[in-house]
């Protein structure tokens, strides 16, 4: 059955670096989105992206996260300068079409900044 | 934006028993799906439902849109069952698909 990919499944990182988390959607899907979960809380929106450019975004998503399709298959987000309260777990998900169609989530990437 | 209730918080079930959650909704929905999340973090997609009524073995799901709400049905439960269950739904106005705070289920053997 087709899944969305992510990668690393956990990365530990000090803060102020840069942090890349990568992505691969499922083939046919045309929308791909990231979500956070800090640990204990709701699953919060971050971003969608479809048609090679972000569609929407959360307050969230500020300056320091941008995200990218660099080829046919990737998806990645990256954050820059982490910051402590960037710990959490992150989440890609791609639909077929837009959200309503089925999202599905990758099994996600936690990110430790110490 | 729409807003995504879920409750209990918290259910405790000893093994064996039936349970069910409830997630409110705000407005009308173009897509409602649950998912649970396992102890690794995983979310699961067990339903995607933004109307009527589905069963997947032990599990079913029924949405009322008109009354803005989704039942998740656990017969039978199992200490696999455990975990948080999510709900989230994609408004009809919207443009994204929003999160319920979720129902943390612990069966007991």
């Known amino acids: 059955e087709p899944e969305v990919t992510q990668t690393p499944s956990h990365q530990v990182t000090q803060m102020g670096q840069e942090v890349i988390l990568r992505c691969v959607p499922i083939s046919n899907h045309l929308y791909f989105y990231w979500y956070r979960q800090i640990l204990g809380q709701k699953v919060e929106f971050l971003v969608s992206f479809y048609n090679n450019e972000i569609s929407e975004k959360s307050e969230i998503f500020d300056d320091q996260f941008s995200v990218e399709r660099p080829d046919g298959s990737n998806f990645t987000l990256k954050i820059r300068s982490t910051k402590l309260e960037d710990s959490a777990m992150y989440f890609c998900?791609?639909?077929?079409?837009?959200?309503?169609?089925?999202?599905?989530f990758g099994q996600g990437t936690r990110l430790t900044v110490v | 934006g729409i807003q995504v209730e879920q409750s209990p918080p918290d259910l405790i079930l000893q093994e064996g028993a039936n349970s069910t959650l409830r997630c409110n909704f705000s407005?009308?929905?173009?897509?409602l799906q649950w998912f649970h999340q396992n102890p690794w973090g995983q979310l699961i997609n067990l339903f995607y439902i933004p109307s009527g009524t589905k069963q997947n073995g032990r599990l079913s799901a029924t949405t009322v849109a008109t009354e803005r709400y989704s039942l998740l049905y656990i017969s039978s439960s199992q200490t696999t069952d455990s975990g948080v269950y999510f709900c989230?739904?994609?408004?009809?106005?919207?443009?994204?698909?929003?999160f319920g705070g979720g129902t943390r289920v612990l069966v007991k053997p």
């Open positions: 407005d009308s929905v173009n897509n």
């Open positions: 998900a791609s639909s077929e079409r837009d959200l309503s169609t089925e999202a599905f």
């Open positions: 989230a739904a994609f408004g009809a106005a919207g443009n994204k698909l929003t």
